[in-house]
């Protein structure tokens, strides 16, 4: 069975893993330059050496007993570690926490810079736009944000794409400081803190190399009220709000600049994935379960079940 996933991001990687395990050729799509989405670290050059920032996801948690088995699995190959500042069941990738979805993205065949605008169902099987190869797939799966899945979702199955576009995410200001020095803030994470949601000293995560930075995200209210705002201004707002935390101030960062998460946490409709036997497409992500990493890698096995189910 030939399948196309759209997104590869966990959902996407997870379900195409266990897809491979039962002999299925799977290709992946994402507009991405590399693996990481919202689990993206961003490495930079700084005046005191190379940073690295976690910009999305901050950290993870394990529950269900096949992710638990997963992360044992990651922790011996040293992809990920515990980090008790933010709670005793967090843990984070290392070196960063793209190292996971790195991981997975080596085990798949992903076309990386591949942005999909449309999936059309033909007599021979699907095709993925623009994909210029004209590769034929008997399963699509959309591995995307509901807001991103729902146009690809709705000449196929409206009942999905209703779905989708009644999960909407919120969005999330994300500021990132590098300093020649550490910062006077006594803990390696705030929360809930004025206008920022969380901040967290990244340099201090296990694995993590460079100079002092900070990763510091707006609550998902100001994000929304401020999502036009210019960089430079959303920079100045979260700089401002870091310094109050630090006895005596903060000195000038010697890096400074932000990303705007536009779909950053969704509500989760507890729903696993959705499946269309018939049509032969399907979808899976965090917004059909929980805002979680965890709930992303199992909503790709929940789907890849039910395509094996009905292979």
Same mark, same amino acid.
């Given at each position: 069975?030939?399948?196309?996933i759209?997104?590869?991001g966990i959902?996407?990687?997870?379900?195409a893993?266990r897809?491979? #395990?039962?002999?299925?050729?799977?290709?992946? !799509?994402d507009? *991405?330059?590399?693996?990481?989405?919202?689990?993206?670290?961003r490495r930079?050059?700084t005046p005191?050496? +190379?940073?690295?920032f976690?910009?999305g996801?901050q950290?993870?948690t394990?529950?269900?007993p096949?992710?638990?088995?997963?992360m044992?699995?990651?922790?011996?190959?040293?992809?990920?570690?515990?980090?008790?500042?933010?709670?005793?069941?967090?843990?984070v990738?290392?070196?960063?926490?793209n190292a996971?979805?790195k991981?997975?993205?080596?085990?798949?065949?992903?076309r990386?810079?591949?942005?999909?605008t449309?999936?059309?169902?033909?007599?021979?099987?699907?095709?993925?736009?623009p994909d210029?190869?004209?590769a &034929? !797939?008997d399963t699509?799966?959309?591995?995307?944000p509901?807001e #991103?899945?729902?146009?690809? &979702?709705a000449?196929h199955?409206?009942?999905?794409?209703s779905e989708? &576009?009644?999960?909407r995410?919120?969005?999330?200001?994300?500021?990132? !400081?590098?300093?020649g020095?550490?910062?006077?803030i006594?803990h390696d994470?705030?929360?809930?803190?004025?206008i920022?949601?969380?901040?967290?000293?990244?340099s201090?995560?296990? *694995?993590?190399?460079?100079p +002092?930075?900070w990763v510091v995200?707006?609550?998902p209210?100001?994000?929304?009220?401020?999502?036009?705002?210019s960089?430079?201004?959303?920079?100045d707002?979260?700089?401002?709000?870091?310094?109050?935390?630090?006895?005596g101030?903060?000195?000038?960062?010697?890096?400074?600049?932000?990303?705007?998460?536009?779909?950053?946490?969704?509500?989760g409709?507890d &729903?696993?994935s959705?499946?269309?036997?018939?049509?032969r497409?399907g979808?899976?992500?965090?917004?059909?379960l929980?805002?979680?990493i965890?709930s992303?890698w199992?909503?790709?096995?929940?789907?890849? +079940?039910?395509?094996?189910?009905?292979?």
């Amino acid at each position: 069975m030939k399948v196309a996933i759209v997104g590869a991001g966990i959902a996407g990687l997870s379900c195409a893993v266990r897809l491979q #395990q039962d002999g299925c050729a799977v290709t992946l !799509f994402d507009k *991405g330059r590399g693996a990481g989405g919202r689990m993206a670290t961003r490495r930079s050059d700084t005046p005191a050496g +190379e940073t690295a920032f976690d910009h999305g996801a901050q950290y993870l948690t394990m529950r269900d007993p096949d992710f638990v088995a997963a992360m044992h699995a990651w922790k011996s190959s040293g992809i990920v570690a515990p980090w008790p500042a933010a709670g005793p069941d967090a843990w984070v990738g290392t070196p960063g926490m793209n190292a996971i979805v790195k991981h997975l993205a080596a085990q798949a065949d992903v076309r990386w810079n591949a942005r999909i605008t449309d999936v059309r169902r033909t007599a021979a099987g699907w095709l993925v736009d623009p994909d210029t190869t004209g590769a &034929l !797939f008997d399963t699509v799966v959309i591995a995307t944000p509901a807001e #991103q899945a729902a146009p690809l &979702l709705a000449p196929h199955d409206p009942a999905m794409a209703s779905e989708a &576009l009644g999960c909407r995410s919120a969005p999330c200001w994300t500021a990132m !400081f590098a300093f020649g020095a550490p910062l006077t803030i006594p803990h390696d994470v705030l929360k809930d803190a004025g206008i920022i949601g969380w901040a967290a000293r990244n340099s201090a995560k296990p *694995g993590r190399q460079g100079p +002092e930075s900070w990763v510091v995200q707006a609550t998902p209210d100001w994000s929304h009220e401020h999502l036009e705002q210019s960089v430079d201004t959303v920079v100045d707002r979260l700089q401002a709000a870091l310094a109050e935390h630090a006895v005596g101030g903060i000195p000038t960062p010697i890096l400074r600049t932000a990303h705007r998460w536009r779909y950053a946490k969704t509500a989760g409709l507890d &729903l696993g994935s959705l499946w269309n036997a018939g049509e032969r497409i399907g979808a899976a992500g965090d917004w059909l379960l929980a805002p979680r990493i965890e709930s992303a890698w199992l909503s790709g096995r929940h789907l890849a +079940e039910q395509i094996l189910a009905h292979s």
